[in-house]
């Protein structure tokens, strides 16, 4: 022990020497071994890390795809609640089913309303996933029918901030969407699902009134004991073709998609590119340590007088060997110290952006695995740039060291022909990366460069959330549409403000649902019926984004309530379905209704990337208003929550919303709603809006989202 904290003084002492070098190699190595260790952290989170399920191994998500598209789980992830009940019924091979349905609700608090995020689910949920509670109780089977009774339970967390003052919730009532709401218990702090959730309902829904089109849950099964997941596939492509042969109208053309929540979410290509990102950083961290092997090799060459030195007065060569690597482990323990802080600092940011969005079980985390993995990292790495210089310190003849010193000599000669072996390996090195990282952000700037089909500078937006329940179109009531049209004008109004619209969902968002569509008059097609994003937006929607019209017209006051329905379809939808005719005054039929195109409007990204299966930008626009009276639609989860990804074929209708006394009930129409979006264009010297306030206070809540803001006020 005494000679090795001799030997760690002496390393000490050396490296106070050359300060200069053992700075830059403890920065360079910082620097790559923080990037390692935050890509791994995402690696661990999403791949390595045990889920807190019991057997999550046996546990199976269903989604309902298009045929032809390929089994991406993000966008296959919803099903409908009918179809759910399908396979429960007929399949063998799944057990313990479950469905998972997210939404947004308002509580009503003493002086305002919050919004809040919640799932509505079947009873057995919370059985499958084996969920506990630390206070009351989950719910039982006979509480998750229609017209059961209002109850909820509460997340650890919401119980934390929301409750903190009470150290019992059970047997509260809570005001949801203008319905109370007792609290039946409080769930573990460990329970969590695919997305953050502060308040759980029961799904009291009779899924064979459902329409089989509407994909509104999230299905998830448990394998059967000694079940494989060949078998459920067949199983589950089985069902579908008999489910398609029975009612081929709603699922013509489509197929269920099983996955194993363990090993498949995140899926296959998902983790390839996770493994190639982890490569990509692990080769800038080799270039790293091949940096710094030929500064120590180059410091090498001003040593060899005194390692010869020491061996001429008897120092065993593998002491000496050690005392160079107890150097370099002394600098990669320093630089692997200093990343580790740094990559604390980069996990701690993500988890803070991924916070609202995602589940911790998802969230990076500076955990056991990851700190294994820095310990290693530096020990590979101090060993890699710290054995070579050592043993280069013994090719020549020590005799020549001493009589030449450190310049001159045929060992100065050899170590120059190594350090320069070192530079071409180090350039060959950079030039792999540089060309790879090239190709990365020429595709990354053609992502950004690309025309979106609108003017983004001095646009802002923001998410519009009502409490829905207050407004059900009642006689004393005013309607929703007229909030919107009021905040539209008030902020229309404000000073530097161009123009101000309203749309549902913004371009160039993250998750786009689609819905099928036919056009009057034209046989229809084989397979699964065409598909497009469809928009509800209000008459300024295009001049607000300087998207041009290429014929027809775009909406008017007189396209709102009680008008003959009327749409927009962008040219892609008018190319691939009327080729070279004019689509103006020809008919479009969408979710039930037979609409006359009125227009034809240049294509506008919807999509923040490409849609599965390439191509498939088709959109639809329709006014925003109230819908005569009509069946209840039923959108896709994501559509919910107003996030829809894909280029679209624009047609654009009014502000939508179904006839209320067509809906089932309630819960049926709260699990659709829209989250609408205004839109504005602002002065280009006035960079954001200056009173914000004012449209909080008309709308209720309010938040910024996909700003983009040009110059500040001066």
């Given at each position: 022990?005494?000679?090795?904290?001799?030997?760690?003084?002496?390393?000490?002492?050396?490296?106070?020497?050359?300060?200069?070098?053992?700075?830059?190699?403890?920065?360079?190595l910082?620097?790559?071994?923080?990037?390692?260790?935050?890509?791994?952290?995402?690696?661990?989170?999403?791949?390595?890390?045990?889920?807190?399920?019991?057997?999550?191994?046996?546990?199976?998500?269903?989604?309902?795809?298009?045929?032809?598209?390929p089994?991406?789980?993000?966008?296959?992830?919803?099903?409908?609640?009918?179809?759910?009940?399908?396979?429960?019924?007929?399949?063998?091979?799944?057990?313990?089913?479950?469905?998972?349905?997210?939404?947004?609700?308002?509580?009503s608090?003493?002086?305002h309303?919050?919004?809040?995020?919640?799932?509505?689910?079947?009873?057995?949920?919370?059985?499958?996933?084996?969920?506990g509670?630390?206070?009351?109780?989950?719910?039982?089977?006979?509480?998750?029918?229609?017209?059961?009774?209002?109850?909820?339970?509460?997340?650890?967390?919401?119980?934390?901030?929301?409750?903190a003052?009470?150290?019992?919730p059970?047997?509260?009532?809570?005001?949801?969407?203008?319905?109370?709401?007792?609290?039946?218990?409080?769930?573990?702090?460990?329970?969590?699902?695919?997305?953050?959730?502060?308040?759980?309902?029961?799904?009291?829904?009779?899924?064979?009134?459902?329409s089989?089109?509407?994909?509104?849950?999230?299905?998830?099964?448990?394998?059967?004991?000694?079940?494989?997941?060949?078998?459920?596939?067949?199983?589950?492509?089985?069902?579908?073709?008999?489910?398609?042969?029975?009612?081929?109208?709603?699922?013509?053309?489509?197929?269920?998609?099983p996955?194993?929540?363990?090993?498949?979410?995140?899926?296959?290509?998902?983790?390839?590119?996770?493994?190639?990102?982890?490569?990509?950083?692990?080769?800038?961290?080799?270039?790293?340590?091949?940096?710094?092997?030929?500064?120590?090799?180059?410091?090498?060459?001003?040593?060899?007088?005194?390692?010869?030195?020491r061996?001429?007065?008897?120092?065993?060569?593998?002491?000496?060997?050690?005392?160079?690597?107890?150097?370099?482990?002394?600098?990669?323990?320093?630089?692997?110290?200093?990343?580790?802080?740094?990559?604390?600092?980069?996990?701690?940011?993500?988890?803070?952006?991924?916070?609202?969005?995602?589940?911790?079980m998802?969230?990076?985390?500076?955990d056991?695995?990851?700190?294994?993995?820095?310990?290693?990292?530096?020990?590979?790495?101090?060993?890699?740039?710290?054995?070579?210089?050592?043993?280069?310190?013994?090719?020549?003849?020590?005799?020549?060291?001493?009589?030449?010193?450190?310049?001159?000599?045929?060992?100065?000669?050899?170590?120059?022909?190594?350090?320069?072996?070192?530079?071409?390996?180090?350039?060959?090195?950079?030039?792999?990366?540089?060309?790879?990282?090239?190709?990365?952000?020429?595709?990354?700037?053609?992502?950004?460069?690309?025309?979106?089909?609108?003017?983004?500078?001095d646009?802002?937006?923001?998410a519009?959330?009502?409490?829905?329940?207050?407004?059900?179109?009642?006689?004393?009531?005013p309607?929703?549409?007229?909030?919107?049209?009021?905040v539209?004008?008030?902020?229309?109004?404000?000073?530097?403000?161009?123009?101000?619209?309203?749309?549902?969902?913004?371009?160039?968002?993250?998750?786009?649902s689609?819905?099928?569509?036919?056009?009057?008059?034209?046989?229809?097609?084989?397979?699964?019926?065409?598909?497009?994003?469809?928009?509800?937006?209000?008459?300024?929607?295009?001049?607000?984004?300087?998207?041009?019209?290429?014929?027809?017209r775009?909406?008017?006051?007189?396209?709102?309530?009680?008008?003959?329905?009327?749409?927009?379809?962008?040219?892609?939808?008018a190319?691939?379905?009327?080729?070279?005719?004019?689509?103006?005054?020809?008919?479009?039929?969408?979710?039930?209704?037979?609409?006359?195109i009125?227009?034809?409007?240049?294509?506008?990204?919807?999509?923040?990337?490409?849609?599965?299966?390439?191509?498939?930008?088709?959109?639809?626009?329709?006014?925003?208003?109230?819908?005569?009276?009509?069946?209840?639609?039923?959108?896709?989860?994501?559509?919910?929550?107003?996030?829809?990804?894909?280029?679209?074929?624009?047609?654009?209708?009014?502000?939508?919303?179904?006839?209320?006394?067509?809906?089932?009930?309630?819960?049926?129409?709260?699990?659709?709603?829209?989250?609408?979006r205004?839109?504005?264009?602002?002065?280009?010297?006035?960079?954001?809006?200056?009173?914000?306030?004012?449209?909080?206070?008309?709308?209720?809540?309010?938040?910024?989202?996909?700003?983009?803001?040009?110059?500040?006020?001066?």
């Amino acid at each position: 022990m005494a000679s090795l904290a001799q030997d760690l003084r002496f390393a000490l002492q050396t490296h106070r020497k050359g300060r200069l070098v053992a700075l830059f190699a403890i920065i360079s190595l910082a620097l790559g071994i923080a990037g390692n260790v935050v890509v791994f952290s995402l690696v661990n989170t999403l791949i390595f890390k045990p889920l807190p399920y019991p057997e999550p191994d046996r546990i199976v998500l269903l989604g309902q795809r298009e045929r032809g598209f390929p089994a991406l789980a993000i966008f296959s992830i919803a099903s409908s609640f009918s179809i759910w009940e399908d396979y429960r019924t007929q399949s063998r091979t799944l057990i313990d089913w479950a469905a998972f349905s997210p939404t947004t609700l308002s509580r009503s608090l003493e002086t305002h309303s919050v919004s809040v995020r919640a799932a509505r689910v079947t009873p057995s949920f919370f059985r499958l996933l084996g969920a506990g509670t630390v206070r009351g109780r989950i719910f039982a089977d006979e509480e998750g029918v229609e017209g059961g009774p209002k109850l909820t339970l509460l997340s650890w967390s919401y119980w934390q901030t929301a409750f903190a003052a009470d150290n019992d919730p059970t047997g509260r009532v809570i005001t949801l969407d203008g319905e109370p709401h007792e609290v039946v218990g409080v769930l573990a702090e460990n329970f969590e699902f695919m997305m953050p959730v502060d308040l759980w309902m029961p799904l009291q829904q009779d899924p064979r009134s459902l329409s089989r089109g509407s994909r509104t849950v999230v299905s998830i099964a448990r394998m059967a004991a000694g079940t494989t997941m060949e078998q459920v596939d067949a199983e589950v492509a089985a069902i579908a073709e008999r489910i398609e042969a029975e009612y081929p109208e709603a699922f013509r053309g489509w197929t269920m998609d099983p996955m194993n929540f363990r090993t498949e979410i995140p899926d296959p290509s998902s983790r390839l590119y996770m493994a190639i990102i982890q490569g990509a950083v692990l080769f800038v961290l080799l270039i790293a340590c091949v940096n710094i092997t030929n500064l120590l090799v180059a410091r090498g060459r001003d040593r060899a007088a005194e390692i010869a030195i020491r061996t001429a007065l008897g120092a065993q060569r593998l002491s000496i060997v050690l005392q160079l690597v107890r150097e370099s482990m002394i600098m990669a323990a320093l630089g692997g110290v200093a990343g580790l802080g740094l990559a604390a600092i980069g996990i701690a940011t993500i988890a803070r952006r991924l916070g609202p969005w995602t589940p911790r079980m998802w969230q990076p985390s500076l955990d056991v695995n990851v700190v294994v993995f820095t310990t290693g990292v530096t020990v590979v790495c101090g060993l890699m740039f710290g054995l070579f210089p050592a043993l280069q310190s013994f090719r020549a003849s020590q005799f020549e060291a001493l009589k030449h010193g450190a310049a001159g000599s045929a060992t100065s000669q050899r170590r120059g022909r190594a350090a320069a072996a070192l530079v071409v390996a180090e350039i060959a090195l950079s030039l792999v990366a540089l060309g790879g990282g090239s190709v990365l952000a020429q595709s990354f700037l053609e992502l950004l460069n690309r025309d979106p089909g609108f003017e983004s500078d001095d646009l802002l937006t923001v998410a519009v959330e009502a409490p829905y329940w207050k407004y059900t179109g009642a006689a004393d009531e005013p309607p929703l549409y007229a909030l919107f049209e009021e905040v539209q004008r008030r902020v229309a109004a404000l000073p530097g403000v161009v123009s101000a619209a309203f749309v549902h969902p913004l371009p160039k968002t993250l998750f786009v649902s689609r819905s099928a569509f036919r056009i009057e008059g034209q046989p229809p097609p084989e397979g699964a019926a065409p598909q497009a994003v469809s928009l509800t937006a209000s008459p300024d929607y295009l001049e607000t984004l300087r998207t041009p019209l290429l014929r027809g017209r775009f909406f008017e006051a007189t396209d709102e309530a009680g008008a003959a329905p009327v749409a927009v379809v962008n040219r892609e939808l008018a190319e691939r379905r009327f080729g070279t005719r004019n689509p103006v005054g020809e008919r479009i039929v969408f979710r039930g209704r037979s609409r006359r195109i009125i227009g034809v409007a240049a294509n506008v990204q919807q999509s923040l990337t490409p849609l599965p299966g390439g191509g498939g930008g088709r959109s639809r626009v329709h006014p925003i208003g109230p819908e005569p009276a009509g069946r209840c639609e039923a959108g896709g989860a994501n559509e919910r929550r107003g996030h829809h990804t894909g280029r679209a074929d624009s047609h654009r209708d009014r502000k939508h919303r179904p006839g209320r006394d067509h809906c089932r009930n309630r819960d049926d129409e709260r699990l659709h709603r829209p989250l609408y979006r205004g839109c504005g264009r602002l002065h280009p010297h006035l960079g954001r809006l200056r009173n914000p306030g004012l449209v909080a206070g008309v709308a209720g809540h309010v938040r910024r989202g996909g700003v983009h803001r040009g110059p500040k006020n001066t």
